[in-house]
């Protein structure tokens, strides 16, 4: 599986399905180390995207040179 090939959004539907099996607890081992290796890959390719688009969004907004840096800051 390629970043180009999967969405974020497909990459994250997939990442929560893999979480719930591994919570409900009664997969067995080889499985379970398949999802987590999945998973872990999936949430790799979302980070990777995440800094691609503010990578993006930065040099957009010093092309506009309004902002030197473009954060993507999660409320909580």
């Known amino acids: 599986m390629k970043n180009e090939e999967i969405t974020f959004e497909e990459a994250m539907t997939k990442l929560e399905e893999i979480v719930e099996k591994l919570e409900e607890g009664d997969v067995p081992l080889e499985k379970a180390i398949n999802y987590y290796q999945e998973g872990m890959s999936l949430s790799k390719i979302c980070s990777d995207k995440l800094s691609s688009v ?12 309004e902002l030197e840096a473009f954060d993507i800051q999660e409320e909580g």
């Open 54 to 65: 503010q990578g993006k969004m930065t040099q957009i907004m010093n092309e506009q040179g």
